[in-house]
């Protein structure tokens, strides 16, 4: 008993330093395409109008709402029967042919995979699960055949990471353990203007019927479904735990997805050198590299070709995935645009630059998923002297002299905001050198086996 408080204390206690984490991270800028359209014709997306017939008393033996809410970080409700969908309301309605006029069961989900984190939830449309009469039916406007997974593109949307994390990454669990090799209708709710023509390639992947909008639909147009699973089923930050999945999918299978969907169809030039992505921070966000320039010539002269990655607005998901998959390594501060390790082919190598105090949130983010990711991962922690805080703190200050005592219980907004926010790197170049010579044997020697 002991054992199981202690665990959930610590997940507890995990959640609320990730909800600070998240309140301070770089938001990772989103690519906008307010004029761009698109047809469903471009992934042969469409909607499927056929009538579903089903047997009244088989109907009727496995027609139910449940709800699972026993998980720290998400609730997921499934509709084990023919529903149908009001836009206008937000409900799916199971058409229960047990249905009576006494007071149907009602169930009520925000399905979006950061429910411990109060401040962020109310942000995210609530949908109502309730049941009806089996006449209902006629009140279709399209009939689908086959079943939808519903979940919320709001919350920390617009960041690169949280759209993975919170978002394709849970969609592809609960799509691989709830409807594997199975076809289904993904509908959407708190999409931004951007965000359907930044990912309509992924979600093509997911499914080859149009992806329903919900806040975007019209109101006044109902959508009937075989079944439905409300909610994304997560592992932690960029975590898919094969053991938790019957199909045993892992990182390396997400990423083939991500290739299929993106299909970078990269012609492999012979080269002499391995090629190094150099992710760039810049502005006045924080973790920026001061001396950026030296260590550029550093890699060149360590053998690299370097190719310097500054994410923007205007920045193409499918450019820049056709960009980091063709490298042979990647390297970057931590922050939101190392998420992009999940473009790089495995067994390249990804080198990630630990400011000071961000060693245990580092290895959460990026470390752990990378080596899921079968590549070969390495990392450079700053030292103090190679921080900016130096010039604000003392070396006596526990700022700098113990973060994790700093840090201590009370890791709230303010002490955060300046391993975050208030901290660039100047860093020791002949000392990054030494990594840089090992990093550029390992990119070497995938160059020579892989191309």
């Known amino acids: 008993m002991v054992r199981k408080t202690t665990s959930k204390s610590y997940s507890v206690a995990l959640v609320i330093v990730m909800v600070i984490y998240v309140a301070f991270s770089s938001v990772y800028d989103r690519q906008l395409f307010p004029s761009l359209s698109f047809s469903q014709g471009t992934l042969q997306q469409r909607w499927e109008s056929r009538r579903t017939k089903q047997n009244p008393q088989v109907m009727a033996a496995s027609a139910k709402i449940t709800c699972d809410r026993s998980h720290t970080s998400y609730d997921l409700c499934s509709i084990n029967g023919s529903c149908i969908l009001n836009p206008k309301t937000g409900t799916l309605t199971l058409m229960d042919p047990t249905f009576t006029t006494s007071a149907p069961l009602v169930e009520k989900i925000r399905p979006y995979p950061r429910k411990a984190e109060k401040w962020i939830m109310p942000r995210i449309r609530e949908l109502k699960l309730t049941s009806g009469p089996l006449d209902l039916t006629r009140s279709c406007n399209i009939t689908h055949d086959s079943p939808a997974i519903v979940f919320s593109a709001g919350g920390y949307t617009g960041s690169i990471y949280h759209d993975f994390i919170d978002g394709f990454i849970p969609l592809f669990i609960t799509a691989n353990l709830v409807y594997p090799d199975r076809d289904f209708i993904l509908v959407v709710v708190n999409s931004k203007e951007w965000w359907m023509p930044k990912y309509i390639d992924i979600l093509g992947t997911f499914s080859k019927h149009k992806t329903i909008l919900l806040d975007k639909e019209n109101v006044s147009i109902t959508h009937c479904f075989t079944s439905a699973t409300v909610g994304l089923i997560s592992h932690g930050p960029m975590t898919i735990d094969p053991t938790q999945i ?20 990269l012609s492999i030039i012979k080269i002499n050198k391995p090629r190094l992505i150099l992710v760039r921070r810049y502005g006045n966000i924080g973790r920026v590299i001061l001396n950026e320039e030296e260590i550029r010539e550093m890699l060149e002269d360590v053998g690299f070709e370097v190719i310097t990655f500054r994410p923007s607005k205007t920045t193409s998901l499918r450019e820049a995935y056709k960009l980091i998959k063709s490298s042979h390594g990647m390297i970057g501060v931590h922050g939101a645009a190392l998420t992009q390790l999940l473009f790089l082919r495995p067994g390249s190598v990804l080198v990630q630059i630990v400011p000071v105090g961000l060693g245990w949130v580092s290895k959460t983010c990026f470390e752990t998923p990378a ?20 010039e604000k703190y003392s070396r006596d200050d526990l700022v700098l002299k113990d973060p994790i005592a700093y840090r201590g219980m009370d890791w709230n907004v303010t002490k ?16 990054f050198r030494k990594h840089m010579n090992e990093a550029y044997k390992k990119a070497k020697s995938f160059m020579d086996l892989n191309g």
């Open 246 to 265: 019957p199909n045993s999918k892992s990182l390396v299978d997400f990423h083939n997805l991500l290739d299929k969907a993106l299909n970078p169809n």
């Open 371 to 390: 080596k899921a990711m079968k590549l070969d991962y390495t990392e450079y922690r700053v030292n103090v002297e190679e921080s900016s805080l130096i």
């Open 416 to 431: 955060m905001k300046v391993y975050l926010k208030e901290q660039d790197v100047r860093l020791d170049v002949n000392r």
